[in-house]
Structures are given as structure tokens and as C-alpha cells.
């Protein structure tokens, strides 16, 4: 089945154009008249159809990627992946595990890390960090759901590895799939989405400053929105 043989999309007159391109594939996509491995139109048709350019369109594609919705194959378009918000990319006990236990791991992790991050960072990963915080502000105000999303977790992969601890920051890393996952799904379950950016300036003040009681404040403050 060829998504071009149903209803067009309308023009996009409104709001930030990701956001109204995000909600207008979701509503197609699943509207319940599409299976897994449908194509949609080409992109020079999509961007027709919906009167958008094609940043903006790769832009919404990206987050439906990483979501787990959709999948783009060199040659062969971009196709439907999933009709459910599914995570396919993480280890086997993970992919299993159940989520409350997974965001009690993610908390023990998050406050050790900006604990020791502001015990032993250093002006170089208080660079990094500041490039990368910086990164994500810019990248969420335009509108660049998906480098928004690769800044933030790049941010937070800082401070970790600011803690110098090599067995903390791999465990870390095993994590950059379900954040990735969770921050996309967040992005297309709210309309206009919005980011308290603020939470991660002081968290990262907070490191800067030394203070691990603040820093953990805010680590913890930052799983609360996720």
C-alpha cells in the first residue's frame, strides 16, 4: 500500500513548521489505513504536499526514526516501521526490563555522575559541556528536534565522562539508546513542545561551582520531566 494514494496533506500555515509536520505524519501514519512496510510519498512530494522545505521535512522524519516509527533505506525510500512507539536498539535485559526499574537505575547513575562530575571535572569538560548545553539551546529554539535531542544526550555523556569513572560512563553509555527513544517519544506526545532549559543551565552551574548537592538537585530535578 502507497501512502500517496490517500488524502493529500494540507499546507502547513501555523506554529513551529516541525511540530505542525510532526503531528500532521503522526495523524496520517496512524490514522488505521496503513500496515508496517508502506512507503510514503518521495520526499520532493512530501515537501508538496505539506508546503515545507526540505530541512524542515528531514528534520520531522528524523525524530519519527528514532521513535521507531519509520525507517529510511538508501534506494528504497522511507517506509513504515512500526505502528506502535517501539524501541528495538538496546541491549537484550533492557529491552525486556521493566520501566520503573529503569528509571531507578537511570537516577542512581544520574546523581553519582553529577556528584563526582563536580568533584573532578576539569576546564576542558567544563568546555565540552558548556559547548554542548549551548548546542542545545540553539538547536531546540530552531527547531532541530533530532540535534536538539543528539546535543542533550551529548550534554549529559559530559558529565559522566567528568566523573572519571570509566565503568560509570560506559554504563552511561549503554543508556544513550533509551534516552534518545524517551526524548523522541516526549517530542511527538506533546503539542508545541516545550524545554526547561533552565534545569540544565544550574545543573550545569552547579558542577561548574563544585557543589555536588546542587548538582544532584538537579540531576534529579531533570529525571522528574523525563
Same mark, same amino acid.
Given at each position: ?45 512530501? =515537501? ?59 537516577? =542512581?547513575?544520574?546523581?553519582?555522575? &553529577? =556528584? ?12 565540552? =559541556? ?29 558529565? &559522566?565522562? &567528568? ?64
Amino acid at each position: 500500500m502507497n501512502i500517496h494514494n490517500k488524502q493529500s496533506f494540507s499546507k502547513v500555515p501555523r506554529r513551529k513548521l516541525v511540530d505542525e509536520v510532526l503531528e500532521q505524519l503522526q495523524t496520517k501514519i496512524f490514522s488505521g489505513q496503513y500496515q508496517v512496510g508502506d512507503r510514503l510519498p518521495t520526499e520532493p512530494q512530501l =515537501m508538496k504536499e505539506l508546503g515545507v522545505g526540505r530541512s524542515t521535512l528531514r528534520e520531522a522524519v528524523k525524530i519519527l526514526v528514532h521513535a521507531n516509527v519509520l525507517e529510511v533505506k538508501q534506494g528504497k525510500g522511507t517506509r513504515i516501521k512500526s505502528l506502535s512507539f517501539t524501541q528495538d536498539s538496546f541491549e537484550t535485559r533492557l529491552q525486556t526490563a521493566d520501566i520503573n526499574h529503569i528509571y531507578e537505575a537511570r537516577e =542512581m547513575l544520574d546523581l553519582q555522575v &553529577a =556528584m563526582l562530575a563536580a568533584q573532578r571535572r576539569t576546564d576542558e569538560d567544563l568546555l565540552k =559541556m558548556k559547548g554542548h548545553l549551548d548546542k542545545r539551546k540553539k538547536e531546540l529554539e530552531k527547531g532541530n528536534y533530532a540535534e536538539y535531542i543528539e546535543a542533550d544526550i551529548q550534554f549529559h555523556l559530559s558529565i &559522566a565522562e &567528568a566523573s572519571k569513572n570509566n565503568v560509570l560512563m560506559d554504563l552511561y553509555q549503554s543508556f544513550v539508546p533509551v534516552l534518545r527513544h524517551t526524548l523522541s517519544q516526549l517530542i511527538l506526545k506533546t503539542v508545541d513542545y516545550k524545554d526547561n532549559s533552565t534545569i540544565h543551565e544550574n545543573l550545569f552551574t552547579a558542577i561548574l561551582n563544585g557543589d555536588t548537592e546542587q548538582a544532584k538537585k538537579y540531576a534529579g530535578q531533570n529525571l522528574e520531566l523525563t
